[in-house]
């Protein structure tokens, strides 16, 4: 059997999971349902021999969170950058154009990086369910059997078994998220979730779309034909994939499709669109309750907690949701947790920062997070991988001083270069024209204590960077 090609979709925000998903550093790349991030989760489910390499989709903000998480599950792939968001329908077209250029029969899975599934091998068998499916043209996606009324997901309505495929319906409908009323009469009618994964062979898909939706279809093949290599990502070509019209590839495809056909689904499943799904997965107490990181509860029933930091302790209520990060605490209705989107919005309305930063902010060669901050110091704390290096810069507002706490440090300032020791420190002067490398085999810590009229991330003037950074 040719091996499958998963596509996994990495973009989105995950603005409902709003303090610990930040649009810098989204849901999909976080650890909320394992001691992986959902991403790596997603990785290894298929990572097995039926598999080949995988075809990534993501946008050039993360494209080294994406190879760093990739790197770190032992893992290859062939990384594409959207220049930016068209919905799903570019980005799946997309995908296939490139796995067709790779292999003519193409059987294709694309996948959702934050979704969660935690049997593996329940997902795997029907996945191998729905492959004759495939192998004979249609166009497949696997519906969730429902375990409630729930009004968050879209639903699909099965139609009549496909002949002499065993478990693969044709699809009668696809309906939008219902109100509760509506939820429970499709529940009782065997209406399924809309999981939004598909499997279907890229000729089959590529053709749909060049019928159904040409303004995708076109655009997305010339974005991939004129495509360029960056280091290890393949940069769609940005003018080509401007044109191509932004929809999901429900509305494009599989709304119009007459081959669209779904693999009724009893694995357990959830798109963690809100906190209210955390809490769902979690194991809980005899209370109902569940936490990540530290927590107490007394005399509290079914909340949830997330506080990796902090300990963070609930007293006397119930139904809540609780989240404690370093810079931003939320505290919702566990009922009401869709809602917090809506704040968030509030948020970017009011230009807060929080809504896009951790005071970690993860960057090629490691990371920085900020310790204190004043009227002109800034004191940060920052973590260079092995083998790294910062880029070749220079700053016209601020000097910077730099200890070592542990590892060892190569140093460039002007023209001088110097090894730096843990308890070691060195001065870099305004203006001076400096890199920081880690020569060792152990991550490179360092405090920075910057002092000037300007502390801003843009007052960078890069003239090497060995990641192609403007």
């Known amino acids: 059997m040719t091996p499958i090609i998963p596509v996994i979709l990495c973009g989105g925000s995950g603005s409902r999971l709003w303090p610990a ?25 298929v990572a097995g021999a039926e598999f080949a390499k995988p ?4 946008g050039a903000d993360y494209r080294f969170l994406v190879a760093e998480q990739v790197r770190a599950a032992g893992l290859t792939a062939d990384l594409i950058l959207e220049p930016f968001r068209r919905d799903s329908c570019a980005a799946i077209t997309a995908a296939a154009e490139f796995a ?20 593996t091998a329940s997902f795997l068998e029907h996945v191998r ?40 319906a044709a699809i009668a409908a696809f309906v939008e998220k219902p109100d509760h009323a509506t939820a429970q009469s499709y529940v009782a009618h065997g209406y399924l979730w809309n999981s939004g994964n598909f499997l279907f062979g890229a000729q089959v898909f590529l053709d749909e779309v060049e019928r159904l939706a040409p303004a995708i279809a076109g655009p997305a093949r010339r ?10 990502f393949i940069r769609l070509d940005e003018a080509a994939f401007a044109e191509a019209e932004s929809k999901s590839v429900d509305y494009a495809v599989m709304e119009k499709s007459q081959l669209a056909s779904v693999v009724p ?36 029933t079914s909340s949830y907690v997330h506080s990796p930091d902090v300990l963070t302790a609930l007293v006397g209520v119930k139904d809540l949701v609780v989240v404690a990060t370093r810079d931003a605490v939320l505290v919702a209705d566990r009922t009401r947790s869709e809602d917090v989107k809506k704040l ?3 948020l970017a309305a009011d230009k807060r920062s929080e809504v896009t930063d951790h005071l970690r902010v ?9 310790i204190d901050l004043g009227g002109r110091y800034q004191v940060k704390r920052i973590t260079v991988n092995p083998g790294s290096k910062l880029s070749l810069q220079s700053h016209f507002h601020r000097a910077e001083h730099w200890i070592v706490v542990t590892g060892t440090a190569r140093v460039t300032v002007d023209n001088t270069v110097t090894v730096l020791a843990e308890n070691q420190s060195i001065y870099v002067p305004l203006g001076a024209v400096h890199r920081m490398e880690n020569p060792g085999k152990i991550p490179l810590e360092m405090i920075e204590v910057q002092s000037g009229s300007y502390l801003g991330e843009d007052d960078i003037v890069r003239y090497e960077d060995i990641y192609n950074r403007a």
Not at 104 to 119: E, F, K, N, S
């Open 21 to 45: 998903s930040r649009e810098s550093y989204p849901k999909q790349f976080l650890a909320l349902a394992g001691g992986c991030s959902l991403f790596q989760d997603t990785l290894a489910r």
């Open 55 to 58: 075809i990534i989709v993501t």
């Open 100 to 119: 067709r250029s790779r292999d003519g029969q193409a059987i294709l899975l694309v996948l959702a990086a934050d979704h969660a599934i935690p049997d």
């Open 129 to 168: 369910r729905g492959l004759a499916a495939a192998e004979a043209g249609r166009i497949v996606t696997f519906g969730i059997m429902p375990t409630a009324p729930a009004t968050g997901y879209g639903y699909i309505r099965p139609g009549a078994a496909l002949a002499g495929i065993d478990g693969v």
């Open 223 to 232: 974005a991939v034909t004129a495509a360029k290599r960056d280091l290890d």
């Open 265 to 300: 689904s009893d694995f357990q499943w959830s798109d963690i669109g809100a906190w209210s799904a955390i809490w769902d997965l979690a194991e809980k107490d005899a209370s109902g309750n569940a936490a990540r990181g530290d927590a107490a509860f007394f005399d509290t």
């Open 344 to 346: 968030v919005a509030q």
């Open 362 to 370: 993860y960057r090629p060669w490691g990371a920085y997070e900020r």
